[in-house]
């Protein structure tokens, strides 16, 4: 078994967890109980029976807090092969490609719903859809072989990107490209990618 650590993720993970605690709070105090949720009920929860107040429901803290320190933020790798952590996290990385790609579309490109009302309309958007998904994974792996992704991920890197643009005007005023900030100019050079691309003159 490999155990990693990712403080990124301890947020989300939390904040998942905290969901989970409330919607089980409203099924106990409402008796609409989950019968799947009946382990998490025992281990979380005490209802307590009183004569004068009736049902009473307190969250047990502790085993909250347990939870999150054991758990939260860890991820667990099983095999009966691969021995090295890193070669192991690569591998299931890799075979994770599929979905990160389909969340891409979802997600950063839009790709919920078409939008669109004919053949052609269609094919034209997933044509564009899928260079936008190619040139996601190639931009992964290009993270991945300078060990960017150690840094920063792929969503974060063009969320920083996102306000870098190229505004063009019509006649002899050309085109003109925003600001960049430092961030900005870090990520483009470690990318490797040519300064008269998006540096402004």
Same mark, same amino acid.
Request: aromatic share 6%.
């Given at each position: =078994? $490999?155990?990693?650590?990712? $403080?990124?993720?301890? *947020? ?5 967890? *905290?969901?989970?605690? +409330?919607?089980?709070? @409203? ?7 989950? %019968?799947? $949720? ?15 107040? *009736? ?9 909250? @807090? ?18 090295? %952590?890193? /070669?192991?996290? @690569? ?12 969340? &891409? ?5 839009? =790709?919920?719903?078409? @939008?669109? $009302? ?5 094919? &034209? ?9 190619? /040139? =996601? ?7 991945? !072989? ?11 890197? +063009? ?11 019509? &006649?002899?005023? *050309? ?12 990520? =483009?050079?470690?990318?490797?990618? %040519? ?5 402004? !003159?």
């Amino acid at each position: =078994m $490999h155990l990693y650590d990712n $403080h990124q993720t301890v *947020g989300d993970t939390i904040s998942d967890l *905290g969901g989970k605690l +409330l919607t089980s709070q @409203r099924e106990l105090e409402s008796g609409e109980l989950v %019968p799947e $949720h009946e382990e998490f009920y025992q281990q979380y929860f005490t209802v307590r029976e009183t004569p004068k107040r *009736g049902q009473r429901i307190t969250m047990n803290v502790e085993a909250v @807090r347990e939870h999150q320190n054991k758990y939260c933020g860890y991820c667990a790798i099983l095999t009966n092969d691969v021995k090295d %952590p890193v /070669l192991a996290l @690569r591998i299931y990385r890799d075979k994770d490609v599929v979905e990160k790609c389909v969340g &891409g579309l979802k997600n950063q490109l839009d =790709m919920k719903r078409l @939008r669109t $009302h004919g053949r052609f309309s269609t094919d &034209g958007r997933l044509l564009v859809q899928f260079i936008a998904v190619t /040139l =996601m994974s190639a931009l992964r792996n290009k993270m991945r !072989e300078l060990k960017l992704d150690e840094k920063f991920t792929v969503r974060q890197l +063009l969320a920083d990107l996102d306000t870098l643009s190229e505004i063009r005007f019509s &006649g002899r005023y *050309g085109g003109l490209l925003t600001e960049t900030t430092k961030a900005q100019r870090a990520m =483009m050079e470690s990318l490797g990618v %040519p300064a008269e691309t998006w540096l402004q !003159e």
